[in-house]
T-cell receptor, first 110, second 114 residues
Framework: SQQGEEDPQALSIQEGENATMNCSYK?????LQWYRQNSGRGLVHLIL?????REKHSGRLRVTLDTSKKSSSLLITASRAADTASYFC??????????FGAGTILRVKS | DTAVSQTPKYLVTQMGNDKSIKCEQN?????MYWYKQDSKKFLKIMFS???????INETVPNRFSPKSPDKAHLNLHINSLELGDSAVYFC?????????????FGEGSRLTVL
């Protein structure tokens, strides 16, 4: 069954605004990862947060993790048109098995 | 140089046919995967091989048969194709980043069954 579920399913914002995507999962995890998929392309790893971490930053990306609520959020600040893509969270349950959510489609309008 | 490459990128075929998708990675990784992405973009793991050995086999019809001739290659053969097999199939390899790892994906192979 699906482990991660993203919310919202789709998000449309203006360039320069911040975009926040949420992910909920069901079981205990080793770590949680976020991936990006441009239209017609493969997924690309963005950022990883371990289960003992609460927040992590990478450039314009900020990820939070709340293991008590089994949820994570991805914030993209000062969005650009080039950020238009689908964003997926993936939970690492054990070893090297990643289970993906259904994704959030982000559209950034210029 | 493409790290994870899949061929073909597009595949259109009739129901009942047999087809194969090939995948190669030049990253030196030991573990490779096949994922299926449906029309709603839901990505589901199908198989995983570690150094030519099958380690993950999700609930996939036995019409799907992966083969790994060496750790750099993982091919997917599908027999008796059905309409529901239409999807984008992604190959990926697992690379370590410190004590954790991440997936490196190919560009996908879009299969359309008519």
């Amino acid at each position: 069954s699906q482990q991660g579920e993203e919310d919202p399913q789709a998000l449309s914002i203006q360039e320069g605004e911040n975009a926040t995507m949420n992910c909920s999962y069901k079981t205990s995890i080793n770590n949680l990862q976020w991936y990006r998929q441009n239209s017609g392309r493969g997924l690309v790893h963005l950022i990883l947060i371990r289960s003992n971490e609460r927040e992590k930053h990478s450039g314009r990306l900020r990820v939070t993790l709340d293991t008590s609520k089994k949820s994570s959020s991805l914030l993209i600040t000062a969005s650009r048109a080039a950020d238009t893509a689908s964003y997926f969270c993936a939970t690492d349950l054990y070893g090297n098995k990643l289970v993906f959510g259904a994704g959030t489609i982000l559209r950034v309008k210029s | 140089d493409t790290a994870v490459s899949q061929t073909p990128k597009y595949l259109v075929t009739q129901m009942g046919n047999d087809k194969s998708i090939k995948c190669e990675q030049n990253l030196g990784h030991d573990t490779m995967y096949w994922y299926k992405q449906d029309s709603k973009k839901f990505l589901k793991i199908m198989f995983s091989y570690n150094n030519k050995e099958l380690i993950i086999n999700e609930t996939v019809p036995n019409r799907f048969s992966p083969k790994s001739p060496d750790k750099a290659h993982l091919n997917l053969h599908i027999n008796s194709l059905e309409l529901g097999d239409s999807a984008v199939y992604f190959c990926a390899s697992w690379g370590l980043a410190g004590v954790t790892g991440e997936l490196f994906f190919g560009e996908g192979s879009r299969l359309t069954v008519l």
